[in-house]
């Protein structure tokens, strides 16, 4: 039971280079979300969805893009990364309702120079 | 929208019962109250979660006071392994497309002292 899996663990850019980073969960769960958390800090929404074809906002979505197409998969894009964006990335998932839990990725490491 | 506030950090003597607590004094009648954990740089962790009554599982307990306007974990014997940031969060926070968003504040770095 994978749960859910984000790709890659480490990465570096330069500044201006674009990037995808892949979350996957195998436990057919309806809600996806991306945080970004800096050091130090606590964990800041980015972009969230309740299911394929369905996105919103969250507390810091300038720079990102999301799209989800399948339950299974919700990738965020960074079109041209700043280092500002220089944090660590977590995924999440959940059921639908009112009374289930996030279950959360290991995180990326991103470092943009 | 609820909101939630905890102590920015606390420090528990191993073996003793460490007491974290959370004000959420917006919570509205149907939000749940959701206590997380993140140790060192790994993902959250599920801890508990409970609407009115008292809650306990194989971690933590969880009490809500009458007006359920403050909550407090406990975790009845701190180990070195529950040194972690520890975060309070109420049902999701409804977004613009009428769906909800789970958000996170700063947390509770609980140090558990040898």
Known sequence: NAGVTQTPKFQVLKTGQSMTLQC????????????RQDPGMGLRLIH??????????????????????TTEDFPLRLLSAAPSQTSVYFCASRRG??????????GTQLSVL | DAK??????MDCAEGRAANLPCNHSTISGNEYVYWYRQIHSQG???IIHGLKNNETNEMASLIITEDRKSSTLILPHATLRDTAVYY???????????????????GTRLKVLA
């Open chain 1, 24 to 35: 996957a969960q195998d436990m057919n769960h309806e809600y996806m979300s991306w945080y």
């Open chain 1, 48 to 69: 969230y969805s309740v299911g394929a074809g369905i996105t919103d906002q969250g507390e810091v979505p300038n720079g990102y893009n999301v799209s989800r197409s």
């Open chain 1, 97 to 106: 309702g009112a009374n289930e839990k996030l279950f959360f990725g290991s």
């Open chain 2, 4 to 9: 939630t506030t905890q102590p920015p950090s």
């Open chain 2, 44 to 46: 959250p962790q599920y």
């Open chain 2, 88 to 106: 309070c969060i109420v049902r999701p926070v409804k977004g613009t497309s009428g769906t909800y968003k789970y958000i996170f504040g700063t």
